[in-house]
């Protein structure tokens, strides 16, 4: 059977519920992740995963960082854990993930120890905002879609640069604004629908903290018409996917508002106003100092 196309990810089907605004408050200021948030993200982007792309977008995406069972790694914003178990299963490397989420982090920690990755692949919490590891600890590190969500990016940024040894690498995806300050109507609707705050800064902006800290950027690039199709992609398998597996009562309410959250990225990223970066680089930065 061919795939359905989409433009823009669906709602809910019709059999199974109302109109938007009859059933979906808008998110509270502090989101929980609910097991059923948990089961839809999982059912839209894959096991492990809470946004777009799942194992396949993974792999690609670190293969720049040639891991190797030597090396230890930060999965900074792990999720579900689902890139800190690929990373440990497929590279052999160990893993440590943090992530924001109190409810994510615990699910991710199960979800490790399930697969026999407790050790080399666990998930704990952490404050964005005051996070602080020891220097020179790790040859690798991932931070994905991050940095739009904390205030103090350089802080952050350069915690994450004096944590990496000599030599070591660090990738990060996020979303950025295409010009310094110009937030257009589409990137403005997007900020007010998502779950924590969000205050993108420029990549121009993103590169001179990257000069301040001394890191060297290997691969600057613009994966916004990616990212874009990885959403159309999993809303496309999910709405087959409730052909044969009806979504249970507890997720219908949810599907809007997810539908509605994607969908106000998308337009953001097709106005051209936001960006999704990938971003690879190293650091030489005196450590300690």
Not at 135 to 145: H, K, L, M, S, T
Not at 204 to 231: H, P
Request: negative net charge; aromatic residues 8%; glycine residues 8%.
């Amino acid at each position: 059977m061919a795939r359905t196309r989409f433009t823009t990810p669906p709602p809910a089907p019709s059999d199974h519920a109302t109109a938007p605004g009859d059933q979906t408050p808008r998110e509270p200021a502090q989101f929980r992740w609910t097991e059923p948030h948990i089961d839809l993200a999982e059912r839209l982007w894959g096991p492990g995963h809470i946004g777009p792309g799942g194992d396949t977008f993974n792999y690609r995406l670190i293969s720049p960082l040639a891991l190797d069972p030597a090396m230890t790694v930060m999965d900074f914003a792990a999720g579900l854990g689902g890139l800190t178990r690929l990373m440990a299963k497929e590279f052999g490397v160990y893993v440590e993930g943090r992530e924001a989420s109190i409810d994510l982090a615990e699910a991710a920690r199960a979800r490790s120890v399930l697969a026999g990755l407790g050790r080399k692949a666990g998930v704990a919490p952490v404050d964005p905002d005051n996070a602080e590891f020891r220097p020179n600890r790790f040859d690798r590190i991932v931070a994905r879609e991050i940095l739009h969500q904390v205030s103090d990016k350089k802080k952050l940024f350069r915690s994450l640069s004096l944590a990496m040894k000599k030599r070591g690498q660090l990738m990060l995806t996020d979303f950025m604004l295409a010009k310094p300050g110009e937030i257009g109507p589409e990137v403005s609707a997007w900020i007010d629908q998502e779950r924590k705050p969000s205050h993108p800064w420029s990549i121009e902006e993103f590169k001179a903290a990257a000069n301040e800290v001394q890191f060297q950027i290997f691969i600057c690039e613009d994966q916004s018409d990616e990212f874009e199709r990885l959403i159309l992609d999993g809303w496309s398998r999910f709405q087959e996917g409730i052909k044969t597996d009806p979504l249970p009562a507890d997720l219908v309410p949810l599907v809007w508002d997810e539908a509605e959250r994607w969908a106000r990225c998308m337009a953001a990223l097709r106005s051209g106003g936001l960006r999704y970066y990938r971003i690879v680089g190293t650091t030489h930065i005196a450590h300690g100092g």
